[in-house]
């Protein structure tokens, strides 16, 4: 393989989606002393209308601004503890509560330091740009990459073409020189999103999963660690 550039997206490839949204929401329904028996299922519902609005918006039918309002206006009209929140206000609270909760564990950041020595690296990511940007801050991923794209910027989504030629022309503008598709590997843990976009726009992938079906990529692997060991072995 002799890649030169990397394309990684952010969450549950890098950061744990899950834990930094069930850090956010446990937070909101400590703010409005909730019952502690009903966390369980106020997380699983916004979990359910949050993926369901996010599918929307990667097939071009709503914006981001329909998902952050829709998702807590369901929530308030579900928990009367949130009655005398409006869906904006929530909404604030809850993306400044999912920048707070978002961690990164050692090793991955240990593997990033490896990887940035040798390769170019740019975060492809589906979502908010500021809450992103804030995230990634806050973990300090800023000093182990060379740039980011997200969604909202791109105006697309993956799986979406533009997106990965916005991230290629970037990482070219970054590195000042051009660079064939053949150099770059998207790594991932979206089939759908990661893998099938970015073979799409020409470019090869490797995808995180514990899955183990019949989907096929280039390059599979458990988790991103182990991605991170072959591609710092290989590639010499
Ligand atoms: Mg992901």
């Given at each position: ?130 809450v992103q940007k804030k995230r ?101």
């Open positions: 393989m002799d890649k030169t550039t990397l394309f990684i997206d952010f969450d549950d490839t890098i950061v744990s989606y899950m834990r930094s949204e069930r850090g956010a929401l446990e937070k909101l329904c400590n703010l409005v002393n909730m019952d502690v028996s009903k966390i369980n299922s106020m997380v699983a519902l916004y979990r359910e209308k949050n993926k369901e609005l996010w599918n929307m918006f990667q097939e071009g039918e709503i914006n981001i601004s329909q998902i952050t309002s829709e998702r807590f206006a369901y929530i308030i009209s579900k928990f009367h503890e949130f009655a005398n929140y409006d869906p904006e206000h929530l909404n604030k609270l809850y993306l400044r509560f999912f920048v707070q909760s978002t961690e990164i564990e050692d090793d991955t950041r240990l593997y990033l330091e490896k990887l940035k020595l040798k390769y170019n690296i740019i975060i492809v990511t589906n979502g908010i740009h500021e990634m801050f806050r973990i300090g991923l800023f000093d182990l990459i060379d740039g980011f794209v997200s969604s909202e910027v791109a105006g697309a989504a993956k799986p979406r073409p533009h997106i990965f030629a916005l991230s290629h022309s970037k990482i070219e503008e970054i590195c000042e020189r051009s660079i064939a598709k053949n150099e770059i590997l998207m790594i991932g843990d979206s089939y759908s999103a990661d893998v099938v976009g970015s073979n799409n726009y020409g470019i090869d992938a490797c995808w995180i999963t514990d899955e183990d079906d019949s989907k096929d990529s280039k390059y599979k692997f458990n988790t991103f660690n182990e991605a991170c060991e072959y591609l710092l072995k290989g590639n010499q």
